[in-house]
């Protein structure tokens, strides 16, 4: 029992010496206001993605959408200036969920021209074969900077959420 009280009374000493040194200490120290300083928090600094084709646009609005900063760089002069007007087929028998449904189930919007195929012929030169699905087998959608593309439909909806686009340039390397 009294070396218990022997080392609380030691304790008590050390923390008062502690105390009184630091209050000395601090009153001798004057008063300065320092800006309000903190590290870059990772959520600070933009996303960069690198390329501005359906999946870079999807992931610049989903990111945006979350409220993080997105800056997407495309080397070309607009989206899907390589297509220049094409069509292209949206697969959708390979999945019990229709693709347009996926594509808004990720947070995108279908604002583009899609026309769906249920049927078609399928043809070796000597012989046609007509076939009919219950739902469409594919969509077929417009590419590139024309009005409808998916292309300009998926970046206006990336403006609109505060993407950053940048056309012509290459994406920065990190740092």
């Not at 600070?44 to 409220?67: C, E, F, V, Y």
């Not at 699905?133 to 403006?159: I, T, W």
Request: overall charge positive; proline content about 6%; some cysteine.
């Amino acid at each position: 029992m009294k070396k218990a009280n022997a080392w609380r009374a030691e304790r008590s000493r050390n923390r008062r010496t502690c105390d009184n040194a630091r209050r000395v200490w601090t009153a001798s120290v004057p008063c300065v206001n320092f800006p309000r300083m903190r590290a870059e928090h990772p959520q600070d600094r933009p996303i960069r993605i690198a390329g501005a084709g359906p999946s870079g646009l999807a992931a610049a609005i989903t990111l945006a959408r979350s409220g993080r900063r997105v800056e997407l760089f495309e080397r070309r002069s607009t989206c899907g200036a390589r297509f220049g007007g094409d069509l292209q087929g949206l697969e959708n028998w390979s999945s019990p969920t229709d693709v347009l449904q996926e594509i808004r189930n990720a947070g995108v919007e279908t604002a583009f021209d899609a026309a769906p195929f249920k049927q078609g012929i399928q043809s070796s030169g000597s012989r046609d074969d007509f076939m009919r699905f219950n739902r469409p087998a594919f969509y077929l959608v417009k590419r590139g900077d024309v009005p409808g593309s998916l292309d300009r439909a998926m970046a206006e909806q990336a403006r609109a959420c505060g993407v950053n686009l940048q056309f012509g340039e290459n994406c920065p390397q990190s740092t």
